[in-house]
């Protein structure tokens, strides 16, 4: 798989070969580190006009391929072995996307590519050391010149990711297709997977007690009274309290709908206020919220919280840990097994009516290799011999939380050729991005013939992968 940046002098990179679902459905964004050396690069960098090619209304200038090198380079790519020609082809490929996309007028909201260009900013400002720094190292007169350049590349990225997401979403794969696939590899050609485990974890999270819960809820009353009878601003009141990461993007504003990919509870709350109003205190699994309807928008609102979470004190995590030694030992005692012990004291939800079982998010089997494991995971997983139970392993969640867990591989799979029973939810995978490419090439060929395309005399003799040519 290779990365081509597509940030004309931006650092911000796209997936663009290869389909798994996560890159299907959204724009692959990644920071780079920036180097004394990569500044002289980029100081260096000589400016080429002219034409390269047009597709649609979209025009790709020699510049815009000489500063995909340039951004090749800056995440360390041995451009060397990367032709012009293919360069040029990727761009295409992805003004393509891009054109279709505004022909078949699928959406992408600016509040979504503002709170990209938000975070993207706020990575670069950390990056570099100041905002001053930024425009100096990409030569941009001003924020906002910067900003402007980030939201288009940023809105075309998106629009060229969810056109290919478009182009195979309905496309599906039988038992008969992925056996037929299978069965059509030359034995040498079959793939061969590493060293894999199954891991099974049982998890003690404490809750907080009643009293920290308590002065959360009084805090966040006291700070609706505040809005409500001092005319105080929710917005300052947010950029002081809210324990939410994502309050610094798009100003703290969310824009959402009842198909957002928000909690139910929280959608419940936005939806059930008048503009202008803040909610009661609620729970969600994040902690507790305070909810401001800034503006209704038709079937969207856009809103503002505040949201804090009860401490857990130290006793109760130094309780949950105790717990879990007492778990383990009854389990290496023989009390009950591991998966009954997760069964019924594990507090994760997930799991523990599998057993503990962990599921690879990459394709939800319940198998992970261990050369592509996450590498705190495998830290953990890696000095685990046989049927050996870890020591209570402190861990953080996504909001912050602690907890402890107990883990435990319940099976190990040495590395081998691909077998269709053995292996069959990773070659079904393969045979589908097959089928998925397939269709995609399908649709190049036929939206290559209906768009106005044209390609500069000095890269006519290109062996391009699509038929840019129309020959």
């Keep these: 798989m290779k990365k081509f940046c597509i940030a004309a002098g931006l650092v911000i990179c796209m997936n663009t070969f290869g389909f798994s679902q996560d890159s299907l459905a959204q724009a692959e964004f990644t920071e780079v580190a920036v180097s004394s050396d990569?500044?002289?690069v980029v100081k260096e960098r000589k400016k080429i006009d002219g034409v390269a090619a047009v597709v649609g209304d979209f025009v790709i200038l020699e510049s815009d391929i000489d500063k995909q090198y340039i951004d090749m380079e800056l995440q360390g790519v041995d451009v060397k072995s990367i032709a012009r020609c293919e360069v040029l082809g990727n761009q295409m490929?992805?003004?393509?996307?891009?054109?279709?996309?505004?022909?078949?007028s699928v959406v992408v909201a600016d509040s979504e590519v503002n709170s990209?260009?938000?975070?993207?900013?706020?990575?670069l400002s950390g990056q570099l050391g100041s905002m001053e720094k930024v425009l100096k190292f990409y030569n941009k007169d001003s924020e906002k010149d910067l900003r402007d350049e980030l939201f288009e590349i940023i809105k075309n990225a998106q629009l060229s990711m969810r056109m290919q997401g478009k182009v195979v979403e309905e496309v599906e794969i039988t038992p008969e297709e992925v056996r037929e696939w299978y069965d059509g590899l030359p034995s040498e050609d079959r793939p061969y997977f590493g060293d894999e485990v199954e891991i099974a974890q049982i998890i003690k999270q404490p809750e907080p007690s009643e009293e920290e819960v308590q002065k959360v809820i009084d805090r966040l009353k006291s700070i609706k009274r505040d809005v409500e009878e001092n005319g105080s601003s929710f917005a300052i009141k947010q950029t002081l309290y809210s324990e939410d990461p994502g309050k610094v993007q798009n100003g703290g504003v969310y824009s959402i709908k009842k198909s957002s990919p928000f909690v139910q509870e929280f959608k419940d709350v936005a939806f059930s206020l008048k503009q202008g109003a803040?909610?009661?205190?609620?729970?969600?699994?994040?902690?507790?919220?305070?909810?401001?309807?800034?503006?209704?928008?038709?079937?969207?609102?856009?809103?503002?919280?505040?949201?804090?979470?009860?401490?857990?004190?130290d006793d109760d995590l130094q309780e949950a840990r105790e717990e879990l030694e007492e778990i383990r030992?009854?389990?290496?005692?023989?009390?009950?097994?591991?998966?009954?012990?997760?069964?019924?004291?594990?507090?994760q939800k997930e799991t523990k009516f599998d057993g503990g079982v962990l599921r690879n998010p990459k394709d939800m089997s319940t198998r992970f290799e261990l050369t592509k494991m996450d590498p705190v995971l495998y830290s953990q997983v890696s000095p685990l011999e046989g049927n050996t139970i870890s020591r209570p392993i402190l861990g953080e969640t996504d909001n912050g939380g602690s907890y402890y867990k107990i883990i435990k591989v319940n099976k190990r799979f040495k590395a081998h050729q691909a077998d269709y029973i053995q292996d069959y939810v990773k070659i079904k995978e393969l045979a589908l991005k097959e089928k998925q490419l397939n269709q995609i090439k399908e649709w190049m060929d036929e939206k290559i013939k209906d768009t106005y395309i044209s390609v500069s005399p000095s890269y006519q003799a290109c062996d391009f992968s699509n038929n840019w040519l129309k020959k």
Excluded: C, W
């Design 93 to 104: 490929e992805n003004k393509l996307y891009t054109h279709q996309a505004i022909q078949d």
């Design 278 to 313: 803040i909610s009661d205190p609620f729970k969600t699994q994040f902690g507790y919220h305070i909810i401001y309807l800034e503006k209704v928008r038709g079937q969207e609102r856009d809103v503002r919280h505040i949201l804090l979470m009860p401490e857990v004190s």
């Design 38 to 40: 990569t500044t002289r």
């Design 329 to 347: 030992q009854k389990i290496i005692d023989g009390e009950f097994t591991f998966e009954e012990a997760a069964r019924n004291f594990s507090d």
């Design 116 to 123: 990209y260009v938000d975070n993207q900013v706020s990575q």
